[in-house]
């Protein structure tokens, strides 16, 4: 990836640029000033000697009457030098004797300037200056002849700065040449370090941005020990964290979601503006949400409350707790019970809401705190087998206690006839009474016996393990506890067991009390010379019992009914006895059968048809549990 510096990588190099051209400025400046100062302080000595060296040249003439001689020396000197060094002779007063560049007679008295006062005072002296006789920046050292006091005059040398700078020029260029050489350097150093340095910054910042477009697969480069790799350290460890954390939040998602698509419970969540946030599958399969999408969400449009949830009550459920600015009004806790469409019917579901906050969108209130928009939950839970549980115990009391009610109050009035009846009495009143007592008192025995049967069976106080069962003995024992029934109403018995079904698998006791109350609803509701045939059978799926008899039969209507506790049919239908009498049963003796059948792991289904008889088929497993808990089945 070719990475270009940014900007603060350029304000880094023109700023390094212009503090190293600067220093590089200042530093040339002060070595050329140097070297031009040194320069000044070697020619000074030069001078000085070179004012010197004509002092035995000049000395015992140096008087105005010899100025012509000593203008022509001083001339000499100047060609000499090729004209870079000027001579001028000075006399005491002042008066030019003689110049190597111009006419002493021209030339004004010197005797005030600096370089020859100097001389005269001290024995030397020097002055940079202009020049106004040569129109230069001059050079002037002056030398005096003869004592102090007595001085006859004064040598002075004198040299053009121009020429001291043009003796210096090159070193100045090379120092320049120089200087610009390492103004380059310096800055094509600046420049590869920051070319470096940015492509690393701009790494770290690439993955920076990756990061935070949610890419957590990215990682920058972390050697070395400096800053940045330092800062790739942390970024890195930034990166770590951040992903643990996502994975933790997903894991913790995922979880929620498995949570709520498993629950039976129906969840809806609504915010405080009416929109609703979160639907899980129950909820959807109870209220038939189908334009609601996900066990967390809906589709993108976030659908209100009223779009989504087209029952009234609910509505005020999931709409009716926050108050204004999003906050609730009270801890409330709604709930209400509605009737609501299935597949198998109507169900009755039970509707609780609650006031929750959602922390996914704080709100920034006075102060500087943060608190959390508030919206509502509402959890329905189907109750339709609760509440038919709930109807069929009530039922069962109050059907229980009216056919106890019943016997018992035929009882007492029996009895309170006889406590008024004379003992001798012989009108047989008291034999009529007993008889009525001794009648109600069987039913009660009947009743209080069926009722413990279906207890058992339905409570599974005990372990009901399968075993063995030869079924022609079980046969023959059933035939033997109701011959006497068969043989008053003249009814034939035919017992029909299949040669691979000799020896069954399942519960003595459960399996007698579903032959015992098959066999005798047979005998009960079948007329005289009937027939009651009981069938044994086997197939791939299990063990089959059938009990057909030619009795009344049992009307269409009315045959879902009958597996029901304490439900009869018609009075019509009343069982006959073999005068010729009716008789009433308990009611309980097929939802015996049925739980009884039920707790074998099997199934039994019910045929029948008015004046021709009623089959009783029974299902059982070919191998049914060896041990199992009973639970109370579900009514019908």
Known sequence: MRVRPGRLSWKLFFGNAALMAAVLLGCLWLIIGEFQRFHSRELIPYLRS????????????????????????????GTASSGMIRVTLVAADGTVLGDSHADPAAMESHADRPEIVEALRAGWGTSRRWSATVKRDMQYVAVRLGPAGRASGVIRAAMAVARIDARTASSRRLMWALGLMAL?????????????????????????????????????????SDEVALLARALNRLRERIAAQLAQIDR?????????????????????????????PAARRLLRLDGVEGPTGVNAAMRTVEQCVPQHDLQRLLIGGAGSGGAPREAAVSEVRIELPGEAGAMTVLARASDIALPESPQRVGGGNVSSEYGRLLVLTDVTELMRTVKMKTDFVANASHELRTPLSAI?????????????????????????????????????????????????????????????????????????????????????????????????????????????????????????????????????????????GIPASEQQRVFERFYQVSPSRAATTSGGARTRGTGLGLSIVRHAVVAMGGAVELTSQVGVGTKVRVRLPASGPAERDLRTPAEP
């Open 50 to 77: 070179y004012a010197a060296a004509l002092t035995p040249l000049v000395e015992g003439r140096f008087a105005l009457k010899h100025s012509a001689t000593l203008d022509q020396l001083a001339k000499e000197c």
């Open 184 to 224: 380059l350097a310096g800055v094509l150093l600046a420049l590869g370090i920051i070319w470096l340095w940015s492509g690393r910054v701009a790494r770290v910042t690439a993955t920076a941005r990756s990061l935070l477009g949610g890419d957590l697969t990215a990682r920058v480069d972390e050697s070395g």
């Open 252 to 280: 913790h998602r995922r979880g929620l979601e498995a949570l709520l698509e498993e629950l039976h419970e129906g969840v809806v969540v609504a915010d405080s503006r009416g929109r609703i946030v979160l639907v899980n």
């Open 412 to 552: 007492r009035a029996a009895v309170e006839t006889l406590t008024k009846t004379d003992p001798t009495d012989r009108s047989g009143s008291a034999a009529r009474c007993l008889e009525v007592i001794a009648r109600h008192a069987n039913r009660l025995e009947q009743l209080v016996s069926d009722l413990l049967d279906l207890s058992r069976v339905e409570a599974g106080a005990g372990r009901f393990r399968q075993q063995s069962v030869n079924a022609v003995r079980f046969c023959s024992e059933l035939q033997g506890r109701w011959q006497e029934g068969l043989t008053a109403k003249r009814l034939e018995w035919v017992c029909e067991v299949a040669d691979d079904c000799r020896s069954v698998v399942a519960n003595p006791y459960l399996l007698q009390l579903v032959l015992d109350n098959l066999v005798d609803n047979a005998i009960k509701f079948s007329g005289t010379s009937g027939r009651i045939v009981l069938r044994w059978s086997r197939d791939e799926a299990g063990v089959g019992l059938e009990v057909e008899d030619s009795g009344c």
